[in-house]
């Protein structure tokens, strides 16, 4: 899991501005996990060291952040859906 953390100007990103009281991530043909993000928040501080920082690319801009094991994101996660469990 990606976790945006700032811009190419140094600027904060969704990772630590967000808002939301949850972040659900659908992770196609596998599960969909639903994460309060201040748990997703204090993992990223607590695991910074061991994740290795990656520069994303996007249309005029980049983005640096921290990939997070899915492993990880489950232990915190309040909910995990897994397919086929989740009915549409």
Request: charged share 20%; proline share 9%; with cysteine.
């Amino acid at each position: 899991m990606f976790f945006e953390a700032c811009d190419d100007r140094n600027r904060p990103c969704w990772g630590w501005t967000s808002k939301a009281d949850l972040w659900i991530f659908f992770i196609p043909q596998q599960e969909i996990l639903v994460v309060e993000p201040g748990k997703f928040r204090l993992l990223v501080s607590q695991q910074q060291p061991e994740l290795s920082q990656k520069v994303v690319p996007n249309r005029g801009y980049s983005v640096t952040g921290l990939p997070v094991p899915l492993v990880k994101v489950r232990n915190i996660a309040s909910h995990v859906f897994k397919f086929p469990d989740v009915l549409f």
